[in-house]
C-alpha cells in the first residue's frame, strides 16, 4: 500500500556545505520528489557547524542536516530515505520487494564505502587540501569504477533498469571526480548512466569548485 503524504507545510531547512557531496544527495533528492526545501550554508571554515545550536540539529557537527518542521535529521543516506518514505506520492524510489530492496541496500552502503574512500576522498585531496593518501584513494576509486562499468554495461541504473535512491547516493560523487583528477573518460557505461540521471525532471547538477582551488 503506498501511503501519500502531504507535502511538507513550510520548506525543508537543508544545513549544508555547498561544495559537499553529501548535501548534494539530499538537495537533488528534495528537487526528485518536488519536495519545497531552504538551504543554509554553514559556514565551516569559522566553526559554525561546531555551535552549541548546530550541534542541538546534528550532534556529531557534520553536515547535511534537515529540520523538517520540527523533526532533525542527519547522515545524508538516512534523510534520502526519510525523504522518499515520507514524500513519495508517485514513484517508488526505495523498492517494497525483498530482493530489490536488498540490492538497493548494497549501493547505499557502496555509497558510504567505497565512493567516500575513493572518489569523495581523491577530490577532498585536490579540492580542500585533506590530509589523505591521494594514491590509495585514487586506486580505490579505479578498483570501484572497473566494477560499475561492467555492471552498468548490464543495467540501466545501479540496482536494475529504473531509478532508485541508491543512484542518488552514487551520482554527487562519481560526478565530481574529474575533481579528484579522475578522468571518466574511460568509462562510457559510468557516463551513460550519469546522463540518464541528469535527464530526470527536476534534476539539479552539483555545485562545482572554484577552478583556482583544483
Not at 532533525?72 to 538516512?78: G, R
Not at 508517485?90 to 526505495?94: A, G, H, Q, V
Not at 538497493?104 to 552502503?109: A, C, D, E, G, T
Not at 568509462?187 to 550519469?194: E, S
Given at each position: 500500500m503506498n501511503v501519500k503524504f502531504p507535502k511538507a507545510n513550510a520548506p525543508i531547512k537543508l544545513y549544508r556545505h555547498p561544495l559537499s557531496g553529501?548535501?548534494?544527495r539530499v538537495q537533488l533528492m528534495m528537487s526528485l520528489l518536488d519536495v519545497p526545501y531552504e538551504t543554509i550554508d554553514l559556514d565551516m571554515d569559522n566553526g559554525a557547524h561546531k555551535t552549541p545550536s548546530y550541534l542541538k540539529i546534528s550532534p556529531f557537527g557534520q553536515v547535511p542536516a534537515i529540520d523538517d518542521n520540527g523533526i532533525?535529521?542527519?547522515?545524508?543516506?538516512?534523510i534520502i530515505i526519510y525523504l522518499e518514505k515520507k514524500y513519495n506520492n508517485?514513484?517508488?524510489?526505495?523498492p517494497q520487494?525483498?530482493?530489490?530492496?536488498?540490492?538497493?541496500?548494497?549501493?547505499?552502503?557502496?555509497a558510504a564505502g567505497e565512493i567516500a574512500y575513493g572518489p569523495n576522498a581523491a577530490r577532498l585531496v585536490k579540492v580542500f587540501g585533506a590530509n589523505i593518501d591521494y594514491e590509495i584513494a585514487q586506486r580505490k576509486t579505479y578498483t570501484l569504477f572497473s566494477v560499475l562499468e561492467?555492471?552498468?554495461?548490464?543495467?540501466?541504473?545501479?540496482a536494475g533498469n529504473t531509478i532508485t535512491v541508491a543512484d542518488v547516493a552514487g551520482y554527487s560523487y562519481i560526478s565530481l571526480a574529474p575533481e579528484g583528477d579522475i578522468s571518466l573518460e574511460s568509462?562510457?557505461?559510468?557516463?551513460?548512466?550519469?546522463e540518464r540521471i541528469e535527464s530526470q525532471p527536476r534534476f539539479i547538477g552539483t555545485q562545482r569548485a572554484p577552478l583556482s582551488t583544483i
Open positions: 553529501h548535501c548534494h532533525t535529521l542527519t547522515d545524508s543516506n538516512a508517485d514513484y517508488e524510489w526505495y520487494d525483498p530482493v530489490q530492496a536488498a540490492e538497493v541496500q548494497r549501493w547505499l552502503s557502496v561492467r555492471i552498468l554495461n548490464t543495467r540501466n541504473y545501479l568509462y562510457p557505461a559510468i557516463r551513460g548512466w550519469l
